[in-house]
């Protein structure tokens, strides 16, 4: 039965970093390419004027994504701004007054994650029934603040009509890495520890903490992208296939493979801090926030025993990129007498920012000798011209389609890999800005690696 489509979007955080990267440029495309066409008004605490939000939208739109002159005076004439503190009453009574007439609103919660119980709270005194609450990611600050947000936000709000984001599911190369295993049925023979050596996963980005230290000096790099965004490409990418049809039939499948991963401890693990990540401003001095993190992973299942699984995320590394990089095992014997270099048979598929899937494979070098050479088969190669990953989720989330939301056992599950390494002792290790962090990375993967480093991107023809 199709569901009533919400009548207004409140956006809390309506000045921080993610408003100005990402979501005035969904909201610009839902108004250009969705017709979208009630109030949408910002929340935060800055002190700014309408005016102002709306010239931060501009500027928004100019840096990221690009302004459709016609789509923006429509998204500035449904532009509201409320400027209130989330911990003052009298900010969801002002809120109701902007929402006018609307009655089914979704609320999302683009705000430092220790505020979420206390605004789903303002809300719950809104009145009405049929509201919707997207929350972002990370959802909890640990395992056991994720079931207390889960109870106060069931509280308010029921399950149907609770959205945890993870814009990652919305991206789609990560939709692709599904679609592309289980649409082929070349690679399910393949696709387990009888062919696959080994994993990695490697989320690089180019530049530091910017402007976000109070955010992520709260944060680091587990709870900000490892936790979240690492386990779900994880999940894509060795889950089982669905069985079924019903939004849950994928939500089911990832849920089983994240309980199956084995808890993380600090043998698995290696935390890095940038130099200079101290004297970021909202940086407490002395901090021992990690802005980086390779692990090491197994899942204990039938399919993946015993095959280990590398993931690395971290700032200011020499570049942005994100890149899957799955080996392939060696034939059982080398028939042709040759020294063949590790990873030489893979499937490497690229995220972002430009998007890839290649094979890689061993062929004969044209001449009299059996002598090869490593050749990668590019499968498909597109620049990101869809649709971004936020403008799909924000979409879904106002005609309540939650298939690409996360689940609470999803959330609770990938907590608990995680739970061991939130508070280890050890301070991070001190890495250079522009390399590809701490040296002892390199022990952790041993005789599986080397690390695989994506290159930069191809430049657009
Ligand atoms: N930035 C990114 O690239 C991404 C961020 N996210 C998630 O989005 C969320 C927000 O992150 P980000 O935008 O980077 O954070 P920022 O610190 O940049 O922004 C926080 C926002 O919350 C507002 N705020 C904080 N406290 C209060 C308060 N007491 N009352 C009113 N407003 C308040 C701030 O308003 P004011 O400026 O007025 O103080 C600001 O608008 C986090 O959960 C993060 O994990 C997810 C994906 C990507
Ligand atoms: O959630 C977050 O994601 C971004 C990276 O997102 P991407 O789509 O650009 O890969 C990261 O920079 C940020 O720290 C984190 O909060």
Not at 284 to 313: C, H, M, N, Q
Request: proline content about 7%.
């Amino acid at each position: 039965m199709p569901r009533p489509v919400s009548d207004a979007l409140v956006f809390f955080g309506a000045t921080g970093d993610l408003a100005y990267k990402q979501i005035f440029p969904a909201l610009h495309g839902l108004v250009r390419d969705e017709g979208l066409d009630v109030p949408i008004i910002g929340v935060a605490k800055a002190g700014w004027s309408l005016d102002q939000l709306t010239a931060r939208a501009r500027d928004s739109l100019s840096s990221h994504g690009g302004l459709d002159i016609k789509s923006f005076s429509k998204l500035a004439r449904l532009l509201r701004y409320v400027d209130s503190d989330y911990n003052d009453p009298s900010t969801y009574v002002r809120l109701r007054q902007e929402l006018g007439e609307a009655k089914r609103p979704l609320h999302y919660l683009a705000i430092p994650p220790s505020l979420f119980g206390t605004v789903a709270e303002g809300l719950s005194k809104l009145g009405g029934t049929g509201a919707r609450l997207v929350v972002e990611k990370p959802f909890g600050h640990d395992r056991e603040s994720a079931h207390q947000l889960d109870r106060i936000l069931n509280r308010f709000f029921p399950e149907e009509n609770i959205f945890r984001i993870d814009h990652y599911l919305g991206k789609e190369p990560v939709q692709n890495i599904l679609y592309t295993r289980f649409s082929n049925a070349m690679f399910e023979p393949i696709w387990n520890r009888v062919y696959i050596n080994s994993i990695q996963i490697t989320m690089a980005e180019g530049f530091g903490i910017e402007d976000r230290g109070k955010f992520y000096d709260e944060t680091g790099a587990i709870r900000d992208v490892f936790q979240n965004h690492m386990l779900q490409v994880l999940a894509s990418l060795t889950m089982d296939p669905p069985t079924g049809e019903d939004c849950d039939a994928i939500r089911d499948q990832k849920a089983a493979l994240l309980k199956a991963v084995r808890p993380l401890n600090d043998a698995h693990i290696v935390r890095g801090q940038y130099s200079g990540y101290q004297s970021a401003p909202g940086v407490k001095s002395g901090s021992a926030i990690e802005t980086f993190v390779a692990a090491k992973l197994f899942i204990d299942s039938w399919r993946w025993a015993d095959v280990p699984i590398y993931i690395r995320a971290g700032k200011a590394l020499p570049l942005t990129a994100m890149e899957i990089m799955v080996d392939f095992k060696r034939p059982p014997r080398e028939s042709f007498a040759e020294v063949v270099a590790p990873a030489s048979g893979h499937l490497r598929i690229r995220i972002g920012p430009d998007v890839a899937i290649a094979l890689g494979l061993r062929v004969k070098r044209p001449g009299e000798r059996m002598e090869g050479q490593d050749l990668e088969l590019i499968l498909t190669e597109q620049e990101s011209t869809s649709m971004p990953p936020y403008q799909r989720l924000l979409g879904d989330a106002m005609h309540g389609v939650g298939d690409l939301f996360g689940r609470q056992d999803i959330v609770d599950a990938q907590w608990r890999i995680v739970e061991a390494v939130l508070n280890l002792e050890a301070p991070p290790i001190a890495y250079a800005q522009g390399s590809w962090g701490p040296d002892e990375t390199n022990q952790l993967i041993g005789t599986d690696g080397p690390w695989h480093n994506p290159k930069p991107a191809l430049p657009c023809p």
